[in-house]
């Protein structure tokens, strides 16, 4: 019987991914993550829940613990004094990887800033690598991620300055790159440890081919890309396009997770008789 309050993992990972998600707060002891983040959780510290409870009043919580009984069920029960919708993951982290699902291999992450947020810089004018990449960031890693878009040449300035990461770059020291025939939001899929959802590799898929210049390799990426070119013409503002982009990656994630094998034509939706 499910626990009052609770919702499944299965449940959950049709939620992670999409706009609909719930914020998930991961409030786990450091020491009982051994390295693994929850995909697109807030780390939140649950026995100071009182203080910082108030931050979430009127939103939909998923909280995460360990195994759904230790820390969690009283986290939720504060957040919902403060007004929150909140509930437990059932099982928690241990019946999420029963269930063999995903977790985010912190080592891949960079340091956070002082508000808990990854910050990354890449080139100004993004097309397809440089949208694709904030978007499974802020859907599977981090959502509150902050992306900086400067000019090639200021970006080893704004890196130092500010500590943020460089993306899409060219350069063999980089690890957020290109490599070889993979584009940069390939090694995030792989190393980020999102390589084994299926719907994530169809996409990386047709990311690689519009971002390549290899458009055979999916049917799709042909369209990726002439959405693509077509955004970065209509926004002269880059995070106003990165708004937008990710409305067009979000529907491509529920296409391949959903609806990558249906078609549509002109008598597709007629009643049968």
Same mark, same amino acid.
């Given at each position: 019987?499910?626990?009052?309050?609770?919702?499944?993992?299965?449940?959950?990972?049709? /939620?992670?991914?999409?706009?609909?998600?719930?914020?998930?707060? !991961?409030?786990?002891?450091?020491?009982?993550?051994?390295?693994?983040?929850?995909?697109?959780?807030?780390?939140?510290?649950?026995?100071?829940?009182?203080?910082?409870?108030?931050?979430?009043?009127?939103?939909?919580?998923?909280?995460?613990?360990?195994?759904?009984?230790?820390?969690?069920?009283?986290?939720?029960?504060? /957040?919902?004094?403060?007004?929150?919708?909140?509930?437990?993951?059932?099982?928690?982290?241990?019946?999420?990887?029963?269930?063999?699902?995903?977790?985010?291999?912190?080592?891949?992450?960079?340091?956070?800033?002082?508000?808990?947020?990854?910050?990354?810089?890449?080139?100004?004018?993004?097309?397809?690598?440089?949208?694709?990449?904030?978007? /499974?960031?802020?859907?599977?890693?981090?959502?509150?991620?902050?992306?900086?878009?400067?000019?090639?040449?200021?970006?080893?300035?704004?890196?130092?300055?500010?500590?943020?990461?460089?993306?899409?770059?060219?350069?063999?020291? /980089?690890?957020?790159?290109?490599?070889?025939?993979?584009?940069?939001?390939?090694?995030?899929?792989?190393?980020?440890?999102?390589?084994?959802?299926?719907?994530?590799?169809?996409?990386?898929?047709?990311?690689?081919?519009?971002?390549?210049?290899?458009?055979?390799?999916?049917?799709?990426?042909?369209?990726?890309?002439?959405?693509?070119?077509?955004?970065?013409?209509?926004?002269?503002?880059?995070?106003?396009?990165? !708004?937008?982009?990710?409305?067009?990656?979000?529907?491509?994630?529920?296409?391949?997770? !959903?609806?990558?094998?249906?078609?549509?034509?002109?008598?597709?939706?007629?009643?049968?008789?």
């Amino acid at each position: 019987m499910p626990a009052l309050n609770a919702i499944s993992p299965v449940k959950l990972m049709r /939620l992670v991914g999409t706009p609909k998600c719930p914020v998930l707060i !991961d409030v786990r002891m450091p020491d009982e993550t051994e390295g693994r983040l929850f995909p697109g959780a807030i780390l939140r510290h649950g026995a100071e829940v009182s203080a910082w409870g108030q931050d979430y009043a009127g939103l939909e919580v998923v909280v995460i613990c360990r195994n759904g009984q230790a820390v969690s069920p009283g986290v939720a029960a504060w /957040l919902r004094y403060h007004g929150a919708d909140a509930q437990i993951l059932e099982g928690g982290v241990i019946e999420w990887l029963a269930a063999r699902l995903p977790l985010i291999h912190a080592k891949a992450l960079p340091p956070r800033d002082e508000q808990g947020r990854t910050l990354w810089v890449t080139r100004a004018r993004p097309k397809v690598d440089r949208i694709a990449c904030p978007w /499974l960031i802020r859907r599977f890693v981090d959502p509150q991620a902050v992306f900086l878009f400067a000019a090639p040449s200021e970006i080893p300035a704004v890196s130092l300055a500010f500590g943020a990461t460089p993306f899409d770059l060219e350069g063999e020291a /980089l690890r957020w790159t290109h490599r070889g025939e993979l584009c940069t939001f390939d090694a995030m899929v792989e190393d980020f440890g999102l390589g084994e959802l299926e719907p994530l590799a169809r996409l990386a898929t047709i990311v690689r081919g519009a971002d390549t210049d290899r458009v055979k390799i999916a049917p799709e990426a042909a369209g990726l890309l002439a959405v693509s070119l077509g955004l970065s013409r209509m926004f002269e503002d880059d995070h106003a396009q990165l !708004d937008a982009g990710m409305l067009v990656y979000d529907a491509l994630y529920r296409w391949s997770r !959903d609806a990558s094998d249906e078609t549509h034509n002109w008598a597709s939706h007629r009643a049968r008789k």
